[in-house]
């Protein structure tokens, strides 16, 4: 079977910091039995409110699934110490995208991958001890505004051998959000 996978996400999904080890989206294209395309749109920066505001999957031909995994940036603190995108205009650009890939003709499913909990780790981007349950508010609040939300954040000790960098997965990690989504991908047409 042939399959086309789009994935609107940010630096995580994109693979920035993994070297020589694919990220996780392109560990799904590995899934035996398939043939599957993959491409990543996003990276350093993307809020998932930035995918909201541009949903078209121009460039796809024919059928594709699309997986959303982004947030990060968005959960994450700015300079006044709010998040640099609010609960709210998270919470409705999550559902705006979620209507907009349910209402696209060449979009066969779709599902938003959860985030990741952002950690303090020693040499890490510096997130303050509060960031971890921030970004797990945010991961539940996206839970409530989409249809199929993919969890990945719990338990956060996990993460803390699953990141370079308090949000950069190392391949371990990039390996348990692949499976994750490899599970969701199985029960999919």
């Known amino acids: ?11 995580v999904a994109a693979g920035y910091g993994t070297d020589d080890s694919p990220a996780w989206p392109h560990r799904i294209a590995d899934a ?6 993959v491409t990543v749109r996003g ?3 993307t809020t998932l409110t930035d995918h909201a505001a541009d949903t078209a999957t121009a460039g796809d031909s024919g059928e594709v699934t699309v997986l959303v995994h982004a947030g990060h940036n968005d959960a994450q603190v ?10 709210d ?7 705006r995208l979620d ?9 066969t499913s779709h599902a938003f991958v959860g985030l990741l909990p952002l950690l303090d780790v020693a040499g890490g981007v ?15 609040a996206l839970a409530a505004a989409v249809d199929t939300h993919l969890p990945v954040a719990r338990p956060i000790d996990a993460w803390r051998d699953r990141t370079r960098d308090g949000v950069h997965p190392t391949p371990t990690g990039h390996q348990a959000v692949a499976s994750t989504v490899a599970d969701w991908l199985a029960g999919e047409p």
């Open 43 to 45: 990276g350093v920066g």
């Open 1 to 11: 079977m042939s399959r086309s996978i789009r994935v609107l996400g940010d630096s």
């Open 32 to 37: 035996p039995g398939e043939s599957v395309s």
């Open 99 to 107: 209507a907009a890939l349910s209402a696209a003709d060449r979009v």
């Open 126 to 140: 510096g997130f303050s001890a509060a960031q971890p349950q921030r970004a797990l508010a945010f991961d539940d």
């Open 78 to 87: 700015g300079g006044d110490g709010d998040p640099r995108v609010s609960a």
């Open 89 to 95: 205009a998270f919470r409705a650009a999550a559902a």
